[in-house]
């Protein structure tokens, strides 16, 4: 396995619901990022961390709201989602200024109903 | 910024094939081309990846070749097997420490038996 988790794997949630995605590695890493992948469409880069800190948005509605307590666990909260919202949702980590790999990890297949 | 574009959508091979995927890319600067290979249900795992330091790369059947004047590179795989089928994705980035990489939108490999 790839030393990056992510929980739920699965998630149904109704538009005015609140939910949190969770995402952990175990590779020692110090950057961390949530990618959405929907179908027929780039993988689109939503948010980075480094050392903790937010470092890019790429203009991700407020609905969606990240938060990284250290630099190993990212959460993603959701709230008020629209189903086109629904999507894979990928997390990935990378050591910064050391070769560049990002390892990603399952992804949560989120369905906003 | 970035921005790839990645050639044949879906590829069709007989098991035994080869098979080639082509991406290019539109920032000279970028220097690190990383290839990744996403089965069913799965997150995008990292297989192969090339710097702009050199022009191809081999791990057993997988290949990856690099052509900075054009700004093009391309996965090479050979004697493929069932096992091969999956999405494959590349992308691109200037490898300065935090800058996050640039995807293509994936080619869709079938390899049949």
């Known amino acids: 396995e790839t030393g990056v988790t992510q929980t739920p794997r699965h998630l149904v949630m109704g538009m005015t619901n609140k939910k949190s995605l969770k995402c952990e590695q175990h590779?020692?890493?110090?950057?961390m990022y949530w990618y959405k992948q929907s179908a027929k469409k780039p993988l689109e880069l939503m948010f980075v961390y480094n050392f903790k800190e937010q470092t890019e948005n790429n203009s991700v509605p407020s609905r969606f709201s990240p938060e990284c307590p250290n630099s190993s666990h990212l959460f993603l909260h959701l709230h008020t989602l629209q189903p086109e919202d629904s999507a894979l949702y990928l997390c990935?980590?990378?050591?910064?200024?050391?070769?560049?790999?990002?390892?990603f990890g399952p992804g949560t297949r989120l369905t906003v109903t | 910024g970035e921005n790839v574009e990645q050639h044949p959508s879906t590829l069709s091979v007989q098991e035994g094939d080869s098979a080639v995927i082509k991406c290019t890319y539109s920032d000279s600067a970028s220097n690190y081309f990383p290839w990744y290979k996403q089965e069913l249900g799965k997150g995008p795992q990292l297989i192969i990846d090339i710097r702009s330091n050199v022009g191809e790369k081999k791990d057993q059947r997988i290949a990856v070749t690099l052509n900075k004047t054009a700004k093009h590179f391309s996965l090479h795989i050979t004697e493929t097997q069932p096992e091969d089928s999956a999405v494959y994705f590349c992308a691109a980035t200037l490898n300065s420490g935090n800058t996050p990489l640039v995807f293509g939108k994936g080619t869709r490999l079938s390899v049949i038996a």
């Open positions: 990935a980590s990378s050591q910064p200024g050391q070769g560049g790999e990002q390892y």
């Open positions: 590779l020692g890493h110090n950057a």
